[in-house]
Structures are given as C-alpha cells and as structure tokens.
C-alpha cells in the first residue's frame, strides 16, 4: 500500500511561489495517477490539479490553471505543485491523493490520501 507525504507548505506574501512535494512510500507510485485537492476554512476540498501515471496527461481546476503547474518524477516517486503568483484565496490545506487508473478531477476517485500540508497567503 502507497503511503504519502506532503511537505513544502508555509505562510507566503501575496505573490509569491511555493512548490508542494507529495512523497511516496511503501510502494512505487509508478502505477498511481495523482492528485492534489485543497480545502479552505468552511470549504469542501476542491480539486486542484492531477497528473496521470506517466505525466503524460495532466488535469487543472480551470481557475488555477496557468498559475499551478503539476509534475512527477516517479525516479524519486515524488510529484509536485509549482504555485505561482498566490494571493490570499490560495490559503487552505492542501491534499495529495492517489489512484490506480486514469487521471480524473473527481475527489472521490482517488482512494489513497497524505496529510495534507498548510498554506497560507497573507495580504
């Protein structure tokens, strides 16, 4: 069983990058499409961006895209969130998630999820 890791979460200014990590262990994520979510305060989590086992295909939430950009190294079995240009509604948790399968925007596709990891935007 994969198990994942998030880290590269903090407290930014508006404006500036940050890059997630999602960490696997366990198993290799080589077969495992992924996704990241997030949740704000009071929010249900919402799809962010996925990536399909190859890289190959990648999936954004239609408001984010342009800004967030997802990749993998599945050498390292790590994929990661390029943020770019936050501002403060990018403030929430957010999820890595892994599935068997084909890449979807669907939360409750993805059967395998980290921790999750803090982001905050300060204005």
């Known amino acids: 069983q994969v198990q994942l890791v998030e880290s590269g979460g903090g407290l930014v200014q508006a404006g500036a990058s940050l890059r997630l990590s999602c960490a696997a262990s366990?198993?290799?994520?080589?077969?495992?499409?992924v996704g990241w979510f997030r949740q704000a305060p009071g929010k249900e989590r919402e799809f962010v961006a996925a990536?399909?086992?190859?890289?190959?295909?990648?999936l954004y939430a239609y408001s984010l895209k342009g800004r967030f950009t997802i990749a993998r190294d599945n050498a390292k079995n790590t994929v990661y969130l390029q943020m770019n240009s936050l501002n403060s509604e990018d403030t929430a948790v957010y999820y890595c998630?892994?599935?068997?399968?084909?890449?979807?925007?669907?939360?409750?596709?993805?059967?395998?999820w980290g921790q999750g990891t803090q982001v905050t935007v300060s204005s």
């Open positions: 990536i399909s086992w190859s890289g190959g295909n990648t």
């Open positions: 366990g198993r290799t994520l080589t077969s495992y499409a």
């Open positions: 998630a892994a599935r068997i399968g084909i890449v979807t925007r669907t939360r409750c596709d993805y059967d395998i």
